[in-house]
């Protein structure tokens, strides 16, 4: 489970993050959207550990990320969409040193099989550089599924994909959450969204504008009924938006 109550995060007088609150359980997938600039990516890596809250309390599976950080990062994975890579490991290599950071016991039956899920068995010995975006994005998701995490973070997991690499790697987050693990999926692609999440966390200039199925959301807002979730999100963000939270059920 991800736990974020009363999330702030400030850059000198500048708010980023105004006092966010809301859980991912088991098995659910939270969809977070927003404009650009929202406060999206500083969200995650807040949750990730990345950043430090001004204020507000995080825990992941239960353990205080600011109290012990270690053991909460260890039950996290955080794929960010910009993959980061060692240009002198293979594909194989990075997945054995993650298995080895991470204390994997049983690394070496997995990671044939995450490359093949991932459809990156062809390319297990070679180096990032030979390796398309696409293939990049593959091989940093591989890594933090390797050690079963309790919690995954995706911002943008479908960058540099093609079809195929889509439509697989939707597969790899549906069944991860079948698994259990907690989810949220940062993502402008509002059909991916609609497709695989379960809940929607809505935020506009860093703070909630909406939370809860879409569902939950359209009955707290009856005017947005019959809209498309594209236009439910241009109504929530845009300029005409309040700028109070409008949340549906948390």
Avoid: W
Wanted: overall charge negative.
């Amino acid at each position: 489970m991800i736990d974020v109550s009363g999330y702030t995060k400030l850059y000198g007088d500048t708010v980023a993050v105004r006092s966010l609150s809301f859980q991912v359980a088991p098995g659910d997938v939270l969809g977070l959207v927003g404009p650009n600039g929202a406060g999206k990516t500083t969200t995650l890596r807040a949750i990730a550990g990345i950043l430090r809250p001004t204020a507000g309390r995080i825990e992941v599976a239960g353990i205080d990320l600011q109290s012990n950080p270690v053991a909460a990062k260890a039950r996290l994975a955080f794929m960010p969409d910009e993959p980061q890579l060692f240009d002198y490991l293979t594909v194989t290599e990075h997945l054995q040193f993650v298995a080895r950071l991470y204390g994997v016991p049983d690394a070496a039956p997995r990671i044939p099989s995450l490359l093949e899920e991932l459809e990156l068995t062809a390319k297990k010995d070679a180096l990032p550089p030979e390796l398309s975006r696409g293939m990049k994005q593959k091989l940093s998701i591989a890594c933090g599924l390797l050690h079963r995490p309790a919690a995954i973070l995706l911002d943008e997991p479908l960058t540099g994909l093609d079809p195929v690499g889509i439509r697989r790697m939707k597969e790899t987050i549906a069944a991860r959450a079948r698994e259990g693990t907690a989810v949220i999926l940062s993502s402008h692609l509002l059909h991916l969204v609609e497709e695989l999440c379960t809940r929607l966390l809505v935020i506009r200039r860093g703070e909630m504008v909406a939370l809860g199925t879409i569902d939950e959301i359209v009955s707290a807002r009856p005017e947005l009924a019959g809209r498309s979730l594209e236009e439910l999100f241009i109504t929530l963000t845009g300029d005409g938006a309040p700028d109070s939270a409008v949340a549906g059920a948390a």
